[in-house]
């Protein structure tokens, strides 16, 4: 049983798309993240949302718009893709008081 | 400037051989916590340092805070090929973790 899944595991698409990225978790948190690997491997929070509520929106444009329907599902839409989105994006989750996030296994995005 | 500065940036050994890998910052910090990145997966918590002067083994793997709470370190003994991957050490603060910009680790066999 995955803990943290995210949907789908690659995706290609033309500049100026728009397209989305799922994250569901099992595990129970109060609190789930959206993070952006580089090419360099650095890994750098876009979002964060306790219990459905957004509490972190780290300088993102806002062409990217997260959205939790429930405390265990947080997806992300982009829009208007840029060349510049590419990137492997993980969906994370934890539980305040407890130390140590769980992630997904990423999706790779690829903008072309 | 990073939060956290991680050296050396990329390490090769061979199997059998020793390495440490550094996380350093200016901050204090109530706690650090290490992961292992393996391709094509998420991190993965190893472990989580809270005590200053702390030092917690996780079979070959030591993982020491240290006193002052701004730095900590991973000693891995006798490394494998399976210990490949990219090391992030990362803080805690404020509904978000940071992470420093990894040690990618290579154990040649």
């Known amino acids: 049983d995955t803990a943290v899944s995210q949907t789908p595991k690659y995706l290609v698409t033309q500049m100026g798309n728009d397209k989305s990225i799922k994250c569901e978790q099992n595990?129970?948190?109060?609190?789930m993240y959206w993070y952006k690997q580089d090419s360099k491997k650095f890994l750098k929070i876009m979002f964060s949302?306790?219990?459905?509520?957004?509490?972190i929106n780290e300088t993102v444009p806002n062409r990217f718009s997260p959205k939790s329907p429930d405390k265990a599902h947080l997806n992300l839409h982009i829009n208007s893709l840029e060349l510049g989105d590419s990137a492997v994006y993980f969906c994370?989750?934890?539980?305040?008081?407890?130390?140590?996030?769980?992630f997904g296994s990423g999706t790779r995005l690829t903008v072309v | 400037t990073q939060l956290l500065e991680q050296s050396p940036q990329f390490l090769s050994i061979q199997e059998g051989e020793n390495l440490t890998v550094y996380c350093n910052s200016s901050s204090v910090f109530s706690s650090l916590q290490w992961y292992r990145q393996e391709p094509g997966e998420g991190p993965v918590l190893l472990v989580t340092v809270v005590t200053g002067g702390e030092v917690k083994k996780l079979k070959r793997l030591t993982f020491q805070f240290g006193d002052a709470r701004k730095d900590s370190s991973l000693h891995i003994t006798a490394a494998q090929p399976g210990d490949t991957g990219l090391y992030l050490c990362?803080?805690?603060?404020?509904?978000?973790?940071?992470f420093g910009a990894g040690t990618t680790v290579t154990v040649r066999a």
């Open positions: 994370a989750s934890s539980q305040i008081g407890q130390s140590g996030y769980t």
């Open positions: 949302y306790n219990n459905k509520e957004l509490i």
């Open positions: 990362a803080a805690a603060n404020d509904y978000k973790l940071s």
């Open positions: 595990l129970g948190h109060d609190t």
